[in-house]
């Protein structure tokens, strides 16, 4: 069964930290183009961070440009989102997500495309 699984959320306090983990199963990462993206109820989704299969390319939103790092754990088979100095503009559900090819361009933080999605890990920042 092919399936992403992302973990690693929860409550963080402003200028925090956290590393969210998406792991895919029944598929090899290695191969594919891999993103992020978050979504507030009420609001539009948002494309945080693209990385290539490669590893070579990797976007990130303007919003957490700077603050976050794009990897993969190939022994896990999983992306990983880092992303630091977290604020009152980073919560939501994060998803991750792949249009089934291993290029990345600075448009796959338009959300359009993508083929299979990830159930999602929330991300909650507050003292």
């Known amino acids: 069964q092919v399936q992403f699984v992302e973990s690693g959320g929860g409550l963080v306090q402003p200028g925090g930290s956290l590393r969210l983990s998406c792991a895919a199963a029944?598929?090899?990462?290695?191969?594919?183009?891999i993103s992020w993206f978050r979504q507030v109820p009420g609001k539009p989704r948002e494309g945080v961070s693209c990385?290539?299969?490669?590893?070579?390319?990797?976007y990130f939103a303007d919003s957490v440009k700077g603050r976050a790092t794009m990897s993969k754990d190939h022994a896990k088979n999983a992306v990983i989102l880092q992303m630091n100095s977290l604020n009152t503009e980073d919560p939501g559900i994060y998803y991750c997500?792949?249009?089934?090819?291993?290029?990345?361009?600075?448009?796959?933080?338009?959300?359009?495309?993508?083929?299979?999605w990830g159930q999602g890990t929330q991300v909650t920042v507050s003292r």
């Open positions: 029944g598929f090899t990462l290695d191969y594919y183009a």
């Open positions: 997500a792949t249009q089934y090819r291993g290029s990345a361009t600075e448009s796959c933080l338009d959300g359009k495309g993508y083929d299979f």
């Open positions: 990385l290539s299969s490669s590893g070579n390319a990797v």
